[in-house]
């Protein structure tokens, strides 16, 4: 170990070589590529980083009857004339450089972080490139049955929401590994009913299809103006909502009482929104006000990891991991606040307990 006198500082400067691990003095500075030196011809390294001194540098001082630590300016004590200014700008580190030497250490890379980044944006593109080539011919599909569908199961639209599966389907299995529990829990598929779940992703509604019930969605009004896709949704008869209008959810609500007399089950998010941070939201009274007047089940379901696939606000991306669907007992009652609460606390004991 080298050290060079300084009237008043040692300075703790940067070399190539190894420090020496059987150092007693300094057990801190036991990692690779540091050494004691002062001289200008060695970069310093880093101390702490504050609003006052972007660049500073650890030092010790000469005290009598111990060691003790301080950071002084870097650039204030290198304009003294043992020290070359020029010098110490052509060696200063930025502090990006500090977080890299500590990944190294640790024995990770961050060159791995922009790799895995790049992977994920890459599985979007796929995810997205094979739903769209999917839904362009799937679509004509549906189109071409929309007569009949008109004539012959105009409520319930069995053939698009079977279309719509097989898209969700292939869309999603080349990147998603979807496992279902409470399959059994679900009722007759002529079943009138009020499903509702958490959620936490765009790719909610790519799940949801793949288990196959026609159920009726809720969408906003932008999403129906979406070339392909939102006029397959117009073709599955999913219902539009225009938020904070209370005349469209007036209009919204009519429409899905419609549709339960007449067999048909629909599909809420009570949530309203998607969950940024995973936890379920306060459920909004909507969907239960319109079971207990219908006098129809409720079926809750979790969705589990879609969130961590595809975050919120970062639908460019696509995650690896797995996904869970939970599908609960039916809850019934009359009571609208009842069943808000066991739905929500259904939902959220699944979502504390697997996710």
Request: include cysteine; charge should be positive.
């Amino acid at each position: 170990m080298e050290v060079a006198s300084h009237p008043s500082h040692y300075i703790l400067c940067y070399k190539q070589s190894r420090f020496p691990s059987t150092s007693s003095l300094l057990p801190l500075f036991t990692q690779k590529g540091l050494t004691i030196r002062c001289y200008p011809c060695r970069r310093p390294i880093l101390g702490k980083l504050s609003n006052s001194a972007r660049h500073s540098v650890l030092c010790i001082p000469r005290k009598p009857g111990g060691i003790s630590w301080c950071d002084f300016d870097a650039k204030e004590e290198f304009v003294r004339p043992y020290y070359d200014v020029r010098l110490y700008n052509q060696h200063k580190f930025s502090r990006h450089t500090v977080v890299r030497s500590g990944l190294i250490e640790t024995g990770t890379s961050d060159a791995a972080l922009p790799e895995l980044n790049m992977i994920s944006k890459v599985r979007g593109v796929c995810f997205y490139a094979i739903a769209a080539f999917n839904a362009i011919y799937l679509f004509a599909l549906m189109l071409v049955a929309h007569p009949f569908v008109l004539l012959l199961d105009r409520y319930r639209r069995r053939a698009p929401i079977f279309i719509a599966k097989i898209w969700a389907t292939f869309a999603v299995t080349p990147f998603l590994n979807i496992k279902f529990e409470g399959l059994e829990n679900l009722p007759p598929p002529d079943a009138p009913a009020v499903y509702v779940s958490n959620h936490q992703s765009f790719l909610d509604i790519y799940v949801l299809l793949t288990i196959g019930r026609p159920f009726k969605f809720i969408s906003k009004t932008s999403i129906f103006l979406i070339p392909i896709i939102g006029w397959a949704m117009f073709l599955m008869g999913v219902i539009p909502l225009k938020r904070m209008d209370s005349k469209s959810q007036l209009e919204c609500l009519k429409r899905c009482i419609d549709l339960i007399k007449k067999g048909s089950s629909v599909f809420f998010f009570p949530e309203g929104t998607r969950s940024k941070d995973g936890k379920v939201g306060a459920f909004k009274k909507g969907a239960f006000s319109l079971a207990a007047k219908t006098k129809v089940p409720v079926v809750p379901i979790t969705l589990i990891g879609t969130g961590k696939i595809m975050p919120v606000g970062k639908e460019s991306i696509l995650n690896t991991g797995p996904v869970k669907v939970v599908i609960h007992k039916p809850i019934e009652g009359n009571d609208t606040e009842t069943l808000r609460r066991e739905s929500r606390n259904i939902i959220a004991e699944a979502l504390n307990c697997q996710g």
